[in-house]
């Protein structure tokens, strides 16, 4: 494989991989971080009404969850480029320490501001876990052997995130809602003690000062597309002003961050990187298996719950072969690649499947039986399972070791953008075509039903005739979701061909 020559002088040195692999142990408390960092950021939703029971202050509540998102998308690439330049074991376990900092706090919050203020501090914390972990991983294993740490990896996201509403409520109910956050404190202390005696890396030879601009214009291009996917179509319609003034800040802010990180002598994302074919082609991937997986585990249960009947929890178990396919998909590939298989064909496979599996939701009306949409959401598990786990081997592969952090970053960035934009447009498709099959049905009066207040409990209540027409309306708008879903998947698909099959680099490397 042909090597990316620079000029520049590395920044770190600990990014070579020397001497026997880390045990078992050590990629355990790698693994913990992330689940650490991806189960705070769903376990939260079930214990939101008895927060606010206790608290009060119901109409920021909306703000426990968008802060810690903001925060940690935020702070997500400065953590890789701050690994990078001063060792990724000492900012880890820095980032480690804040984000258990911060859930202490929050659980002894006394009132809604306080707990807005501390979900910001653990925020902050959580953008370091999974970055860094990716980091240490990347630099204790090469490409070649980390396939089978990377599938589990892949294994823990969509458990977390299935997974993460079902152990906060029943947390809230066995315990306290407060155990929600200080649950963390066990695991990330066993995480602190694995990673702090377990782990040896090198301490980097040069030391620089952090690109201040290139920081601060990517935290305002972050913050304003974060808001603008939160806020759009909710909150403000998408041609109001506040959307549109978003939209036009988050792009001046990126295009002038493109600019300011040609120049800099260490920027937060090397634009180096990117000269790497397969690394651009892997980010293009993050960015729309991201948008795909939360689209589906967003809107899937709308349908479960409305159209079909069920209770929360029993939705939530009905994506359990979601979760189930995406897993089995990145073990089987993460064995293979780790044995010597090429995985140049997986994305392609991948991409396949996930347009047949998100068509397939085409096929789910009002009088569908119960165990087609969970049987259809496996086909479509594996095949983002079959994109998740190469587009992180290749970013891994396709990176210089002294560029891992900002490659972690950059993967994991782009990944919770294209869910967070890829929530919010698909979600904009699903009010409008609701809203469009209720005037049809019920009249102008139809297009309050979308209001959001409107409970599958409270449907029970209304005329038969309306609840009908609310039932194929959540329908339709599943079927523009599915529509959106396959689009992005073809192109995966289309982009999946022109990756390169590079040869993993080994430790004789």
């Given at each position: 494989?042909k090597r990316?020559t620079?000029?520049?002088p590395?920044?770190?040195?600990?990014?070579v991989?020397?001497?026997?692999?880390?045990s078992?142990?050590?990629?355990?408390?790698?693994?913990?971080?992330?689940?650490?960092?991806?189960?705070?950021?769903?376990i939260?939703?079930?214990?939101?009404p008895?927060?606010?029971g206790?608290?009060?202050?119901?109409?920021?509540?909306?703000?426990?969850?968008?802060?810690y998102?903001?925060?940690?998308?935020?702070s997500?690439?400065?953590?890789?480029?701050?690994?990078d330049?001063?060792?990724?074991?000492?900012?880890?376990?820095v980032?480690?320490?804040?984000?258990l900092g911060?859930?202490?706090?929050?659980?002894?919050?006394?009132?809604?501001g306080?707990?807005?203020a501390?979900r910001?501090?653990?925020?902050?914390?959580?953008g370091?876990?999974?970055?860094?972990?990716?980091?240490?991983?990347?630099?204790l294993?090469?490409p070649?052997?980390?396939?089978?740490?990377q599938?589990?990896?892949?294994?823990?996201?969509?458990?977390?995130?299935i997974?993460?509403?079902?152990?906060?409520?029943f947390?809230?109910?066995?315990?306290d809602w407060?155990?929600v956050?200080?649950?963390?404190?066990?695991v990330?202390a066993v995480?602190?003690?694995i990673i702090?005696?377990?782990?040896?890396v090198?301490a980097?030879?040069?030391?620089?000062?952090i690109d201040?601009?290139?920081?601060?214009l990517?935290?305002?291009?972050?913050?304003?597309?974060t808001?603008?996917s939160?806020?759009?179509g909710?909150?403000y319609?998408w041609?109001?002003?506040q959307i549109?003034?978003?939209a036009v800040?988050?792009t001046?802010?990126l295009?002038?961050?493109v600019?300011?990180e040609?120049r800099?002598?260490?920027?937060v994302?090397?634009?180096?990187?990117f000269r790497?074919r397969?690394?651009t082609?892997?980010?293009v991937l993050?960015?729309?298996?991201?948008?795909?997986?939360?689209?589906?585990?967003?809107?899937?249960?709308q349908?479960?719950?409305?159209?079909?009947?069920?209770s929360s929890?029993?939705?939530?178990?009905?994506?359990?072969?979601?979760?189930?396919g995406m897993i089995g998909?990145?073990?089987?590939?993460?064995?293979?690649?780790s044995?010597?298989g090429?995985y140049?064909?997986y994305p392609i496979?991948?991409?396949?499947m996930?347009?047949v599996g998100?068509?397939a939701l085409?096929?789910l009306?009002?009088?569908?039986?119960?165990?087609?949409p969970?049987?259809?959401?496996?086909?479509?598990g594996?095949g983002?399972g079959?994109?998740?786990?190469?587009?992180?081997l290749?970013t891994m592969?396709?990176?210089?070791?002294?560029?891992?952090?900002?490659?972690?970053?950059?993967?994991?960035?782009?990944r919770?953008?294209?869910?967070a934009?890829?929530?919010?447009?698909?979600?904009?498709v699903?009010?409008?075509?609701?809203a469009?099959?209720l005037?049809?049905s019920?009249?102008?009066?139809?297009e309050?039903?979308t209001?959001?207040?409107l409970?599958?409990?409270?449907l029970?209540?209304?005329?038969?005739a309306?609840?009908d027409?609310?039932?194929?309306a959540?329908?339709?708008?599943l079927?523009g979701?599915a529509l959106?879903t396959a689009?992005?998947c073809?192109v995966?698909?289309?982009?999946s061909?022109?990756i390169r099959?590079a040869p993993?680099r080994?430790?004789?490397?």
């Open positions: 494989m990316r620079d000029e520049s590395p920044a770190a040195t600990d990014g991989a020397t001497g026997a692999p880390p078992r142990l050590v990629i355990l408390g790698l693994l913990l971080g992330i689940v650490l960092a991806t189960l705070d950021g769903t939260v939703g079930t214990t939101l008895t927060i606010v206790d608290l009060g202050g119901l109409k920021h509540l909306s703000w426990v969850v968008t802060v998102l903001l925060t940690t998308a935020v997500t690439p400065i953590w890789g480029k701050a690994g330049l001063y060792g990724r074991k000492g900012t880890y376990l980032s480690i320490g804040l984000f911060g859930s202490v706090l929050c659980g002894l919050a006394q009132d809604m306080q707990l807005i501390f910001a501090v653990q925020g902050l914390g959580a370091g876990l999974f970055v860094g972990a990716l980091s240490l991983i990347g630099t294993l090469t070649a052997e980390a396939g089978r740490a599938s589990l990896i892949g294994v823990l996201l969509p458990a977390a995130t997974g993460g509403p079902l152990l906060g409520g947390l809230t109910d066995q315990l407060r155990w956050f200080y649950v963390n404190v066990p990330g995480a602190l003690a702090a005696l377990g782990v040896h090198d980097p030879r040069a030391k620089a000062r201040v601009a290139g920081v601060g990517l935290t305002a291009g972050i913050l304003a597309l808001l603008l939160s806020w759009g909710t909150t319609d041609t109001s002003p549109v003034t978003l800040i988050g001046a802010a295009t002038a961050f600019r300011v040609r800099a002598p260490e920027p994302i090397p634009p180096r990187l790497d397969n690394f082609l892997a980010q993050s960015f729309a298996t991201g948008a795909a997986m939360l689209a589906a585990a967003s809107y899937l249960p349908y479960m719950q409305f159209v079909q009947g069920m929890t029993r939705s939530g178990l009905y994506l359990v072969p979601l979760m189930l998909a990145q073990l089987a590939i993460g064995r293979r690649v044995n010597g090429r140049r064909m496979a991948g991409g396949a996930a347009t998100a068509l085409l096929t009306g009002v009088g569908t039986s119960a165990g087609l969970s049987a259809v959401t496996f086909v479509l594996v983002v079959c994109l998740m786990q190469p587009s992180m290749i592969n396709s990176a210089e070791p002294r560029d891992m952090g900002a490659a972690s970053a950059t993967t994991t960035l782009l919770t953008i294209g869910g934009l890829g929530v919010a447009v698909l979600g904009s699903y009010t409008a075509r609701m469009a099959s005037s049809e019920l009249g102008p009066d139809g309050r039903l209001g959001g207040d409970t599958p409990a409270l029970l209540d209304l005329p038969a309306t609840q027409a609310f039932r194929e959540v329908t339709h708008g079927h979701v959106g689009a992005l073809a995966v698909f289309a982009t061909w022109l099959e993993l080994g430790r004789a490397e």
